[in-house]
């Protein structure tokens, strides 16, 4: 084999190296972009524990890139589980608890209210597409009530915030995002800097795509909680979402 011949080989093979080479780093590239969550798992961690060691670093979460997190998350099309939300205010306080059926486009509440009775509530979005139709009644009723509205959503007749407003916040907005585990299990935590009228919100949203916790503070005092228990994902029974007359609330 002659010299040039051994001298184009020697050319092309480093070149075909070069490419190869290029490709993995492009490779490498793409992949640390890509968003992995974690499985969602139990903890052996009292509730609301942070425990810095167990901190998540599957990929960074920073205010920069927790909208893209969050977006991937969708919550489970069918779940029950119970909810708690706390209000305080300068000498008392006040919670509810709601146990919380999901059934596709269908919700049930059945929230304990101070007195001991039960308040139920169902909601399903409008056959017209807009708004939800809400049916309300108390304890072991017959008669119920039907109301119509715009604006109402299940997360804000069960008094909870809607962490999908992450997705929508600027970063700049936003003083801490992190994995934590947290409430028993793996968790995005977002937490706002204070804003215009001295709100900061906290949020805990586990990678099952259910909202976790939630807290509000005003000028650093806190004023709102958000808690709930073990959800139960799995198909609800029809029946839970019929009225007290054993018709659909968009059949009566």
């Not at 490779?27 to 903890?43: A, H, M, N, V, Y």
């Not at 489970?76 to 486009?105: D, L, N």
């Amino acid at each position: 084999m002659d010299k040039k011949r051994v001298a184009y080989i020697s050319l092309g093979f480093g070149v075909l190296l070069l490419v190869i080479m290029a490709m993995l780093a492009w490779g490498g590239r793409r992949q640390t972009s890509e968003i992995i969550l974690p499985e969602s798992q139990t903890d052996t961690s009292g509730a609301g524990e942070d425990n810095p060691s167990s901190h998540l670093n599957i990929i960074a979460i920073t205010p920069e890139t927790v909208s893209s997190a969050i977006s991937i998350l969708a919550r489970p099309t069918a779940y029950s589980r119970s909810q708690t939300v706390e209000t305080f205010w300068k000498g008392g306080s006040g919670q509810s608890v709601s146990q919380v059926y999901v059934s596709g486009g269908q919700t049930r509440l059945d929230t304990t209210l101070p007195d001991g009775s039960v308040r139920h509530t169902l909601m399903e979005p409008a056959p017209s597409g807009e708004g939800s139709v809400v049916g309300v009644w108390y304890d072991d009723e017959k008669d119920w009530v039907r109301l119509e509205s715009a604006g109402l959503t299940a997360d804000a007749a069960g008094r909870m915030f809607s962490y999908e407003t992450v997705r929508e916040l600027p970063p700049e907005t936003i003083a801490l995002a992190e994995y934590r585990t947290a409430f028993g299990g793996n968790c995005i935590y977002v937490e706002t800097h204070p804003n215009e009228d001295g709100y900061t919100d906290h949020y805990w949203v586990g990678v099952n795509g259910l909202l976790v916790a939630a807290e509000r503070l005003l000028d650093s005092e806190l004023i709102y909680r958000f808690t709930t228990g073990e959800p139960d994902i799995s198909p609800q029974e029809a029946e839970l979402f019929l009225l007290p007359d054993g018709r659909g609330l968009t059949e009566s």
